[in-house]
């Protein structure tokens, strides 16, 4: 009796502490992720999520914070000890909020981080060549994307070189077409394309230029950046109305014919390119020239990582999560139909465009990690599109529209505090 | 129409020339580019040979060199690869190829450092390795570098274990087409080594080769046609070189080809047309600058010629529109015509000539701006151009009408036709308007018309005449006639024979004055009547116009009153007879249409003259008698017009006497007028002007004698008058207005010792008359002063009375300064007394006097020598000129007395014979008076009488009291003692 009692009370304890311990967590077990809420909200995301807990019978409790208040939650979360099982990012300037050494799991050792393609892996991957989480996302290969069919009917191939991208650029001029469609009204991410080879190349350049011991200035192909754009404009390669292109004249554009080329993704020919004269079977991509690269570059797709909290309640949960997802039966369920670059190696039931995997050689060697807006303190698309713009309208050169740039990106660092400026 | 054709000619010429000059330009210039494109493709040409060459021995040299490799390769036997790349290594040093490879028949290949890879060698594997012929083959390898794989099959052999039987090197694209570019071109041509497909091996590009088929590119960017693509391409199989001009993306371009030599590569320049040319060009470019600099200055000597004779023709052409304007100009200002051109579309007034303003007072600038102005001149509210009746007009017609136009400043009217002709210069429609003066045509039909009105009018009036004559002559006539038939009935009656006797008298002086009337009313109609202009004395005529018409006045017992306002001239020239006969017309009207106890006012007025040296009398008289209806005052100067009232039917007249005196007046140049109002009266006035003469004072011995006179009149102002006019002489004048008064101022200067000179008094004074202020005078003083009587009256009446009491002289009023000084000077002279100044009587004059009487008629004779003998003369009577100058001539001196010459007559006339007998050497031919005796009545009959040397004129039917006035004149008042 006595011993049934203890067996009793002993239970009772076990129970208590059970109920405790779910007390304590107050969800019931289940793992936190935080995202922005339109990034939890992505069809494979939410896919992926239902799939794990039909799967395995686990939770997952989604804390979603609007868009715009998104960084600053997450890193007061995490400053107060709060911070989720895991957190979705892009591994971008804003992870500098975090302490990123105390806060997250390096995952190199992760049973499937061979699994990864080259181009995701180095996007996850910090300054120091670890890997800071496991890529989930869409992806697309930004670079030049040219009118193959306008090429054959002038015997032309896509440049291999700056110099033949410009003699292709002056042939086209020649032959009456605008040989860039060059959208200068309220698009802004060009300059990222040409920007990255010349952070991606050199780390020691990014360290530099992210503890303000650099400028802009003083980077001789920044300035070349800006000398290209301000020839080929003067050249007439972005045609004649190019400041007022914005984004919905790019489809139209490139669908009559009338412009050739445009430095853009491969997954916009599938959501806003409207077929006209020329249909996305019509085009091509080969690099991206802007000045900055004498082979031309490719930018990969920015990621949206999910990171562990290596001081959550639930890491081993939050691995498992992530072991989850990384599977390939897993995730060719989560992309399946979706239009993106494999970002597994066994990622098959994606949507992958004719044009990325044609190019898939040269993507290889000249693809560059989203670097420039993503690393560089300060740098903002938009700041770099307007002094562009003044440049482009006469109201400063090259080497004002450079230290423009520089004024911009160093004042937005300052706002934001980053240590050195 | 020929100018224009000439116009059209020289354009068609010039046209010509410069399309002419075009056409042979345009081959010129087609023939030396065409020159220039061949010289310039043979100068490309050689040079692209050159490079072909050293490519194709580029070529061989690679495939002889691996060869040789292979040879050496096969000599030095397999297992010393060691040695082999060594070996090798100098020669990539020494040729500069980029790789060397080993490959097998399928491919497969394996680097100088062992490097292993297969190579897509397409078609040319089977020609290297079935054919054992040594190929060029590009993009063979995937190296990351466009590069060409020159190739040649060996001896098999083995490097490091791989088995070979081809050997193979590489060599950069841009190295080889480095060895292709060429320096003369400014690195502006573009060679390339292609397939005959297009495909391209090798490219000069600068920036690398862009192109994949550059025979696409040229059939999508160049204007070679299909059939010369095809050509092309036939000849890149063929191995034939050629050469062609077109034009690439805009640019014309030299395009070279050449076959390399190996399979269908060719070799490919593409040069601009102006690079290759560029010499040629710049001799051609000299040429034509020298060619169009000669072209522009002989265009320029052209067109500065052309200029010069335009602007010589211009200047002509303006010189001679400026000379027709001037003479345009001068016509119409001496012509009454008006010109004007209208644009036909707007009505714009492109001329108007500039005697516009002179005709009708409009400013030629003003109706520049709107003929519209044009149309306030208009009489009648007509308007000018009714655009409607403009419009309507055909070209080359015209519409006229006539219309009057009254002058804007002077108010003066002018007829003008208008005639609006439509005409067009050269093409633009014009209104010439042309406005052709009709006004004095105008005038003329006026006074045609009215001289037909008035040729109905002297009809009517000759009608009337004849029948006013026939009535008024007959009256008398009648009388006369009657009268004598009861006369010889009543012969034995003396009372009714005297009663008869005198009727018929009246009636015969009133048919005489009638038809004195109306022959002197036909002499001036006829304008035969002509003024004797002469000196005359205003005292004399009024003095004489008293003696006539107080009488009658008198008689009427009218009271007549003649005043003298101002001072006129005594002494004027002027027709006094005329002048005589208008007043006394006026006078003897005044008379007659004045009932008994009437008044007749006499006054002479002196107006401002229009120039010193003339004088301006108004007569006017003014009686208070019967008057004039409105309606007759109208007609009271026509001939014939008497107005018919109960009054005026008692009283005779022809009707004549206001017309005769009217036209009198105008001769004279003045004016009358006639104010009336019946039962009051009527005043007629007329102004005269008369010349003076030169200023003639009269020297009077008296002046020096009279330095103070006494003047009494009951009318102040005459004495006032008097006193004014006087001491314009230079003599003091004391008055009275009364007699009393002037006694005792005469007797008061008696007593001072200082006598008044003269002293003049009125005959008829309120109280004291004028001849008991004489006695009384006389009576205080004595008779040392003369004293003049100042009267109305006829002088005759009182004279008797006047002497008795004492006075000198007698002066008819109004008083006259030279009437005075006349009047006067005998009583200081003692040059006959107190003379009498009125006219004689001369009753009784022809007594006893011998007169010989030339007449043809024999009734007139016998009457005349009946009346004579009645007077107590006696006469002998000739019967023409002829006979009364033979009896003269025979007659003793102071036989005859006086000759009476009748004018016309038989033989000889009056006058021949008056002259003959002033001409004849009788004692007495110049101083026997000869007076004409003659109905030739009117002055110039008088004149001629004169002229001819007759003394007097008298008129028949003889006037006895005129003949003895005459008479009595002429022989003076002493009866001849027979």
């Known amino acids: ?421 | 129409m020929k100018k224009w054709l000439e116009r059209l000619l020289l354009l068609l010429l010039v046209c010509a020339v410069a399309a002419a000059t075009l056409i042979i330009g345009n081959i010129y210039f087609d023939y030396i580019s065409d020159r220039i494109f061949e010289d310039s493709t043979g100068h490309l040409s050689e040079i692209y040979g050159q490079v072909n060459r050293a490519f194709g021995a580029f070529l061989e040299r690679n495939w002889k060199l691996l060869e040789d490799w292979g040879d050496y390769l096969r000599l030095i036997g397999e297992g010393r690869d060691a040695q082999v790349e060594e070996y090798l290594r100098e020669e990539q040093e020494n040729w500069g190829f980029t790789e060397f490879y080993f490959l097998t028949d399928d491919g497969s290949f394996m680097t100088l450092g062992g490097r292993t890879g297969v190579a897509d060698l397409g078609d040319d594997l089977g020609q290297l390795v079935y054919g054992r012929e040594p190929v060029m083959v590009g993009e063979a390898l995937d190296t990351g570098q466009d590069i060409t794989v020159y190739a040649v099959p060996v001896e098999p052999g083995t490097f490091r274990g791989f088995d070979y039987e081809v050997l193979a090197i590489s060599f950069t694209n841009a190295d080889l087409a480095s060895s292709l570019n060429v320096d003369a071109f400014s690195g502006k041509a573009k060679c390339f080594v292609i397939h005959s497909n297009g495909d391209v091996l090798l490219s000069t590009l600068a920036g690398g080769n862009i192109f994949s088929n550059y025979l696409v590119y040229l059939k999508a960017a160049s204007d070679i046609g299909a059939e010369a693509i095809d050509k092309m391409t036939q000849d890149w199989r063929d191995g034939v070189s050629g050469v062609l001009r077109c034009e690439i993306a805009g640019v014309t371009n030299c395009v070279l080809y050449q076959p390399v030599g190996y399979q269908d590569y060719v070799l490919l320049s593409v040069v601009p047309q102006n690079v290759v040319s560029a010499g040629f060009l710049s001799v051609q470019r000299t040429t034509t600058n020298v060619l169009v600099v000669i072209f522009l200055l002989v265009g320029l000597t052209v067109v500065a010629l052309i200029i010069l004779r335009s602007y010589r023709l211009s200047r002509r052409s303006r010189v001679e529109i400026l000379s027709r304007d001037r003479m345009f100009e001068v016509l119409s200002n001496s012509i009454d015509d008006i010109f004007i051109m209208l644009n036909a579309s707007d009505q714009h007034v492109d001329y108007i000539s500039p005697n516009l303003e002179r005709l009708i007072g409009i400013p030629v600038d003003e109706a520049r701006r709107g003929i519209r102005v044009m149309e306030k001149c208009v009489v009648n509210d007509d308007v000018v151009f009714p655009k409607t009746q403009l419009e309507a007009i055909p070209l080359n017609g015209n519409i006229y009408r006539e219309c009057e136009y009254m002058h804007q400043n002077t108010g003066e009217r002018r007829w003008y036709r208008m005639t609006v002709y439509h005409v067009a210069i050269e093409g633009v429609g014009k209104y010439i308007i042309v406005l052709s003066d009709r006004t004095l045509e105008r005038q003329m039909n006026q006074k045609l018309q009215e001289a037909l009105s008035a040729a109905k009018s002297a009809n009517e009036a000759k009608s009337n005449f004849l029948s006013n004559m026939s009535h008024d002559i007959r009256t008398p006539m009648n009388a006369i006639v009657g009268f004598s038939m009861l006369m010889d009935k009543d012969a034995a009656n003396p009372d009714k024979v005297r009663e008869y006797t005198r009727k018929i008298k009246a009636s015969s002086q009133h048919l005489l004055s009638l038809i004195n009337d109306v022959l002197d009313m036909s002499k001036i109609e006829s304008g035969k009547t002509s003024l004797n202009l002469d000196t005359f004395s205003l005292p004399q005529i009024l003095d004489e116009l008293s003696i006539i018409l107080l009488p009658q006045a008198k008689a009427k017992e009218q009271e007549f009153k003649i005043t003298v306002q101002g001072a006129p001239p005594e002494v004027m020239i002027g027709d006094k007879l005329r002048l005589n006969q208008i007043l006394i017309n006026l006078l003897s009207n005044a008379v007659k249409y004045t009932p008994a106890g009437g008044k007749i006012e006499f006054s002479i007025q002196d107006l401002p003259p229009a120039a010193p040296q003339y004088a301006k009398l108004r007569f006017a008289v003014r009686d208070n008698g019967i008057g004039m209806s409105e309606e007759f005052q109208k007609e009271i100067f026509a001939p014939f017009s008497r107005e018919i009232s109960s009054v005026t039917n008692k009283i005779q007249g022809t009707g004549l006497g206001m017309a005769i005196t009217k036209s009198l007046v105008d001769l004279m140049g003045g004016i009358i007028s006639v104010e009336s109002a019946p039962g009051k009266g009527s005043t007629f006035t007329v102004e005269l002007t008369f010349a003076l003469p030169e200023h003639r004072e009269a020297e009077y011995a008296a002046r020096q004698r009279v330095s103070s006179i006494l003047v009494a009149d009951d009318e102040e102002e005459i004495c006032l008058d008097i006193r004014e006019l006087m001491e314009g002489e230079g003599v003091e004048v004391s008055y009275a207005t009364s007699g009393e008064a002037a006694v005792e101022a005469a007797v008061e200067r008696h007593g001072s010792g200082r006598d008044f000179d003269v002293i003049v008094l009125d005959w008829k004074m309120p109280g004291m008359g004028g001849a008991e202020t004489a006695r009384a005078i006389r009576e205080q003083i004595g008779n040392g002063v003369p004293i003049l009587a100042l009267t109305s009256y006829d002088c005759g009446e009182i004279e008797e009375e006047a002497r008795s009491a004492g006075i000198n002289a007698f002066m008819s009023k109004p008083f006259f300064v030279t009437s005075f000084w006349q009047t006067v000077e005998p009583l200081f002279t003692g040059s006959g007394g107190a003379k009498e100044t009125r006219p004689e009587h001369h009753a009784g004059v022809m007594e006893g006097r011998r007169f010989l009487v030339a007449e043809d008629n024999e009734l007139n004779a016998e009457i005349l020598l009946e009346v004579m003998d009645l007077e107590g003369a006696s006469c002998e009577l000739a019967v023409n000129g002829r006979e009364a100058v033979d009896m003269f001539l025979k007659s003793q001196p102071g036989y005859y007395d006086m000759i009476l010459m009748d004018v016309q007559m038989p033989i000889m006339n009056g006058y021949d014979a008056t002259r003959q007998i002033r001409a004849s050497g009788h004692p007495e031919a110049k101083t026997i008076p000869i007076v004409a005796m003659t109905a030739n009545t009117f002055a110039e009959d008088v004149r001629d009488a004169l002229n001819a040397g007759m003394d007097g004129h008298l008129a028949k039917p003889l006037n006895m009291g005129a003949v003895r006035e005459l008479i009595g004149r002429l022989l003076g008042d002493d009866k001849k003692q027979s």
């Open chain 1, 1 to 421: 009796m006595k011993t049934r009692r203890m067996l009793c009370l002993v239970l009772a304890l076990i129970l208590a502490l059970a109920l405790c311990a779910c007390g304590d967590s107050g969800d019931g077990g289940a793992i936190t992720i935080m995202g922005k809420k339109s990034d939890l909200d992505k069809s494979y995301m939410q896919e992926i999520f239902r799939h794990y807990e039909s799967s395995t019978g686990g939770k997952i409790k989604l804390i979603s914070v609007e868009d715009a208040e998104f960084e600053v939650e997450a890193a007061r979360r995490f400053e107060n000890g709060e911070g989720p099982d895991i957190l979705m990012h892009f591994n971008n300037a804003d992870l500098s909020r975090f302490d990123v050494a105390e806060d997250f799991l390096y995952l190199n050792d992760q049973p499937w981080a061979g699994e990864l393609t080259d181009s995701a892996r180095n996007y996850c991957l910090d300054g120091e060549g670890n890997l800071l989480g496991l890529p989930y996302w869409e992806s697309s290969v930004s670079g030049c994307y040219y009118n193959k069919t306008i090429f054959d009917s002038l015997g032309l191939k896509p440049a291999a070189t700056q110099a033949e991208f410009d003699t292709l650029c002056e042939v086209l001029a020649q032959t009456g077409y605008t040989p860039i469609c060059w959208p200068a009204s309220g698009c802004c991410w060009m300059f990222q394309f040409a920007l990255d080879p010349v952070f991606a190349d050199d780390p020691e350049l990014l360290s530099k230029i992210n503890a303000n011991e650099t400028t802009y200035a003083q980077i001789p192909a920044v300035l070349g950046m800006a000398e290209w754009i301000d020839s080929a404009a003067a050249r007439g390669w972005f045609g004649g109305d190019y400041m007022d292109t914005g984004w919905d004249q790019i489809s139209p554009m490139l669908s009559s014919g009338k412009a050739v080329m445009t430095f853009i993704w491969d997954t916009w020919f599938y959501t806003d390119f409207k077929g006209g004269e020329y249909t996305v079977e019509d085009f091509a991509l080969m690099p991206a020239f802007l000045g900055t690269a004498d082979k031309g570059t490719y930018e990969g797709g920015n990621l949206n990582m999910m990171m562990v909290n290596k001081n959550g309640d639930r890491v081993d949960e939050a691995l498992d999560f992530l072991k989850f997802c990384a599977t390939p039966e897993n995730y060719n369920v989560a992309f399946e139909g979706i239009s993106t670059v494999s970002t597994f190696v066994g990622q098959n039931t994606n949507i992958e465009s004719q044009m990325v995997t044609n190019a898939k050689p040269s993507i290889a060697a000249l693809e560059r990690v989203s670097t420039a807006s993503t690393r560089v303190y300060g740098y903002s698309d938009v700041d770099v599109s307007e002094c562009i713009n003044s440049l482009l309208t006469g109201k400063t050169d090259p080497e004002g529209c450079v230290a423009m740039m520089d004024e911009k990106r160093i004042g937005e660092a300052k706002d934001r505090g980053i240590p050195g400026f």
